[in-house]
């Protein structure tokens, strides 16, 4: 089942993308600002359908934050053939403009999707020799498999999906609390500790850094 993302701060719409996408058989997250739709990027999705003029963040400014490998549709009230080669040039796969027809849309969903999956939108997320494999949730330094806790993993997922982003302490409870709703802002130095330790068993390589005073972010080629 793909999971899609919605940005979209019209509460009509929104609920009507969702509806009319699960009937379709499609896992959907709705986000109703950007800020809070940069949040939920660590879920993972399979294809995010965005509108540009949100709260909080913009479209444009959210896409910058959107690993390459996740298809992007742009749905916007703006129609300009300018607005339309900007965003395409920026990443996004499509644009729709508003109104739209639903039938058009869930097309356009399905051809997004499709085209993913050929061009080979891998489940695997690298950095140097640690691989994070998001579909089966393990974990592999050069080859050999790295057993985590539930929460220690998606913690490495996360700071993996911020692309080398520092993300402070507040901000990965805030995405990871949806897989792990036990873990504190007073337990994540912990996690963080232990999960270091078990990546030390097999590299010497310091993957994981604190920036002091603002959080953590995953260091390497990503």
């Not at 709705?30 to 879920?43: I, N, P, Q, S």
């Not at 939108?121 to 140097?128: A, F, L, N, Q, V």
């Not at 998606?154 to 993300?167: F, N, S």
Request: charged content about 30%; proline content about 3%; overall charge negative.
């Amino acid at each position: 089942m793909s999971r899609i993302l919605i940005v979209e701060d019209d509460e009509d719409i929104g609920a009507v993308l969702q509806r009319e996408l699960k009937k379709e058989g499609f896992e959907t997250m709705w986000a109703a600002t950007g800020t809070e739709g940069r949040m939920m990027l660590g879920t993972n999705p399979d294809l995010i359908l965005m509108d540009l003029m949100l709260p909080g963040m913009s479209g444009e400014e959210l896409l910058k934050h959107i690993p390459k490998q996740t298809p992007v549709i742009a749905v916007s009230a703006r129609s300009s053939t300018d607005d339309k080669i900007s965003l395409l040039s920026e990443g996004c796969v499509d644009y729709i403009t508003k109104p739209f027809d639903i039938r058009e849309l869930k097309a356009r969903v399905n051809a997004a999707l499709r085209t993913s999956t050929r061009n080979g939108s891998s489940s695997r997320i690298t950095c140097g020799d640690l691989i994070i494999d998001t579909d089966k949730h393990e974990v592999f330094v050069e080859d050999k498999e790295v057993k985590l806790t539930r929460t220690e993993y998606a913690i490495l997922k996360m700071l993996a999906t911020g692309r080398g982003r520092v993300i402070s302490k507040s901000e990965l409870l805030d995405l990871i609390k949806s897989e792990t709703p036990d873990c504190t802002e007073s337990s994540v130095k912990v996690h963080i500790s232990n999960l270091r330790k078990k990546i030390k068993e097999y590299t010497d390589t310091e993957y994981i850094e604190a920036v002091w005073g603002i959080g953590f972010k995953l260091k390497g080629d990503l």
